[in-house]
Each structure stands twice: as C-alpha cells, then as structure tokens.
C-alpha cells in the first residue's frame, strides 16, 4: 500500500494521511485547493503549497470577578439605609422632616418579691413562749386498720388559756376529759367531776402549747392573700415546704402509734390574720395516702381570742384560772371561762 505522507497544517507533524487525521494534534487532513497553472520551471511552481485553513479562536471567558464584595457592599448598603431611617425616626432629619420623636421608656426592674411585715408579727407571736390568748382547738384523727391494731376515730377538744408562760386548760379525748393547769414549772391535774387537784410530775411535751405550730422563721411562710372570713378582713397564710409538722403537738394527742413508713406525705397549715399580724384561726391537714385511700387522716382546727391580753393562772390557796370580760377582736365584750377548784392541790 502507498504511504501518503502530509504535514499538518496545524502543527506541522509529518503524518500518512491514509491513516487518518494528525497523530498529534487530531487535526483531519483536507486535500490543498488545486493551485492555479503556473509555467513550468518557474519559482512559484517549485514552491507553492495550499494555503492552510485558519486555526480556529477561541472566545474568551468573562472576568472572574470576586463575589465576596458585592456581598458585603450590599450589607454596607442596608446598614447605611437603616441608620438613614432611624435618624429620620428620631427627629435628625432637619426642620419639619418628620412627627417629634418619642421619648424612649425603660421598663422599670420588677420589684423583688418580699413578705408583709405583719408575718414577722404573728411568728414572734405565736412562738413566744409568753403568747397570751384564749385557744379553742377541736381535732379528728382517722386510721386505718393497716396503720393499727385496728380501724380508729380519735376525736380531740380542747378549751384553754395561755398567758405569761402558764397554761390551763380541759383536754377532752373521745368520752375522756381531764383538766390540766401548769403553773411556774409545776403541773396540777384533776379529771371531773372531780373537784380536786393533783400535783404530776411532769406533763407530756405534746400538751404544752407555747410556742405554737413550730413555726421557725419566715421561710416558713407565705402569703396566700386577703380574704374575708367571718364577716372580717384577714389575711391568709400558708406553710411553705420549709415548715416541719410535729404531728403530736398539733393534735394534741400522741401519734407514736404511727409506723415510722406511714406518717403523712400531704401536710398543710392555713393560718388567718388579722391586717396587723393577730392569729385569728388555723387549720392543719394531713394525710396518708394509698392511691384514693387515706389510710391516715387528721384534720385540726384551732381559734384564738383575747390574744395579746394577760391573764392571771397562779397557785393561790385553791390553784385556778380566772378570766373577766375583756373585748374581743371587733370590740365586742366577749364572756370567758372561768375555772376555780374548790380545794387545795396536794403537797
């Protein structure tokens, strides 16, 4: 087979055009444009060549140009035409450019929250060993089978006075009553229809009054709101979580029966008030409970009177309370108890 050897017209390699295009560059092959007759011998004849066809132009790309400052001359832009507008909106904008700027309102700090002073009133009251008042207490304890020997229903009443220290009273539990005075440390009892006393040599702790609640600071307190209650304006008070029950002294009845795994998991205690910190009354709640069952509760009531005014319990000849008439909260004369032995205590 003949070689048809060419140059390429492109990059001037030496290629057998049968073969196909440049072994290059790829460029094909075109068979040159016959030439116009020359004579023969002359130097354009020796010489000529078809012309090579024009190498193609490439169109050139655009100029990259970097995004990133037309993105921050955009938000240049903005923040000059929010500037622009709050100036406008605050009254820079020159005479008459626009309504008087309003005046800027800073909200004002939200007051802490604190307690009435009349609370620091009650608890110094109430846990002063020196409380004087006329106290009336009616309780109702609830037990279950599962919690004692067998199913109960403990009813408590007392009636009593406490003043400079001392204190007399009649204790009633169930049928059972017993009237109890302790005088300077000594303790006399008698159980009625008896009329005589007798010394004890002690009392149990869960009998004394003073202080009441077990109230121990502020924390133990807060202040529901103002209410009214029996036809008088009060305030109303309520336990916080700080605030420790002790069951017996609030019952006035020995609850150590109680299994230490089922004592109460609800308490509350209520208190009302008078606006200038005076106790009024109370209510103390507690439960012990199995899904809906109360398996323990108690539910006590207590109400003052007279509070803030002296009374006299002494050990005379024949040891006794006595109180006269004195005006109760709303300035009516209140009759009171009075208690008198007709004997002497034993020494």
């Known amino acids: 087979m003949a070689e048809k050897m060419v140059r390429c017209v492109r ?3 030496v290629f057998d055009a049968e073969l196909g295009p440049c072994t290059k560059c790829g460029t094909p092959y075109k068979e ?3 030439a116009p007759a020359l004579p023969e011998g002359t130097y354009s004849e020796r010489y000529a060549t078809a012309a090579p066809d024009p190498e193609p132009v490439m169109a050139p790309l655009p100029e990259r140009r970097n995004s990133t400052y037309l993105i921050w001359g955009g938000v240049a832009l903005i923040a000059a035409a929010l500037v622009v507008a709050l100036l406008f909106e605050l009254g820079f904008g020159g005479a008459g450019s626009g309504p008087t700027p309003r005046p800027v309102v800073l909200a004002a700090p939200s007051a802490v929250h ?25 309780g109702r304890v609830q037990v279950t089978a599962t919690n004692a020997s067998k ?23 169930g049928s059972s009553a017993q009237e109890a005075m302790f005088v300077n440390g000594s303790v006399y009892v008698r ?31 807060t202040m529901v709101g103002q209410e009214i209650k029996g036809g008088q304006l009060l ?12 069951l017996s ?3 006035l009845y020995d609850m150590s029966f109680l299994s230490s795994g089922l004592s109460p998991d609800v308490t509350s205690l209520d208190l009302w ?11 103390f709640s507690a439960k012990t409970l199995a899904g809906q069952v109360a398996l323990v509760d108690i539910e006590v009531n207590y109400t003052f009177s007279n509070v803030g005014q002296a009374v006299d319990i002494e050990v005379p000849v024949t040891p006794g309370a006595s109180w006269t008439e004195s005006p109760g909260p709303s300035g009516v004369a209140t009759a009171s108890p009075v208690a008198a032995p007709s004997a002497s205590p034993k020494k």
């Open 273 to 283: 008030t008078l606006p200038d910190g005076t106790p009024v009354s109370a209510t």
């Open 191 to 221: 159980t009625p229809p008896a009329t005589k006393w007798t010394a004890a040599s002690a009392v149990s702790s869960y009998k004394l009054l003073c202080p009441m609640f077990g109230l121990k600071d502020e924390r133990a307190l």
């Open 32 to 34: 040159p444009v016959a």
């Open 249 to 251: 002294r609030l019952t």
């Open 114 to 138: 604190t307690l009435p002073p009349t609370i620091s009133t009650t608890l110094d009251e109430l846990n002063d060993p020196n409380f004087s008042a006329h106290l009336s207490v009616q």
């Open 151 to 173: 199913a109960q229903i403990i009813v408590v009443n007392y009636d009593g006075i406490v003043s400079g220290g001392n204190q007399w009273g009649i204790l009633k539990v």
């Open 11 to 13: 990059c001037h390699e």
């Open 235 to 246: 305030n109303h008070l309520q336990a916080t979580h700080w605030w420790t029950p002790d």
